[in-house]
C-alpha cells in the first residue's frame, strides 16, 4: 500500500511540483492549498504517514507548526516535514525535519522516501 502524503501549501505551482515529484516515487499526494483544509483532514482518519508544510500562511490560518501538532495528537506516527526559509529552522525543533527554500521537489521526495525508511528500521 502506498504511504499516504498530506501536502499544504498556497503557492499552486510549488504544490503542483511536490505533489508530480512525490506522486513519481509512488507516494499518495492529497494537496491542500489551505492549512484550514489540512487542519480538518487531519483530524478525519488517521491514514497519513507524512504532512509536509510550510510554516506561514496568511493571518487568520492555522501556522504549520501548528498543524504539525494538531497530525501528531491524532495521529502519533505522522512524519512533519517543513519548508520554508532558513531562518524558520529553528521552531521546528523537535517537531520534524526541515528543508530550506528554494526546493528542488525531487530533493523533498527523497527527503520523504528516506524519512519512511528509517521509520521501518
Known amino acids: 500500500m502506498p504511504t499516504q502524503v498530506i501536502l499544504v501549501h498556497d503557492?499552486?505551482?510549488?504544490?503542483?511540483?511536490?505533489?508530480?515529484?512525490?506522486?513519481?516515487?509512488?507516494?499518495?499526494?492529497?494537496?491542500?492549498d489551505s492549512p484550514s483544509a489540512a487542519w480538518d483532514a487531519l483530524s478525519?482518519?488517521?491514514?497519513?504517514?507524512?504532512?509536509?508544510?510550510?510554516?506561514?500562511?496568511?493571518?487568520g490560518t492555522p501556522h504549520g507548526l501548528a498543524l504539525a501538532r494538531r497530525a501528531h495528537s491524532y495521529c502519533r506516527h505522522v512524519q512533519a516535514v517543513f519548508i520554508a526559509p532558513p531562518e524558520m529552522a529553528p521552531y521546528t525543533d523537535g517537531l520534524g525535519l526541515f528543508v530550506a527554500t528554494p526546493i528542488n521537489p525531487a530533493v523533498v521526495a527523497e527527503v520523504v522516501g528516506e524519512l519512511l525508511e528509517d521509520r521501518l528500521d
Open 11 to 32: 503557492d499552486h505551482a510549488v504544490l503542483d511540483s511536490l505533489s508530480d515529484a512525490l506522486r513519481a516515487n509512488g507516494h499518495e499526494v492529497v494537496a491542500l
Open 44 to 59: 478525519d482518519d488517521c491514514r497519513a504517514d507524512v504532512l509536509i508544510t510550510r510554516i506561514r500562511f496568511p493571518n
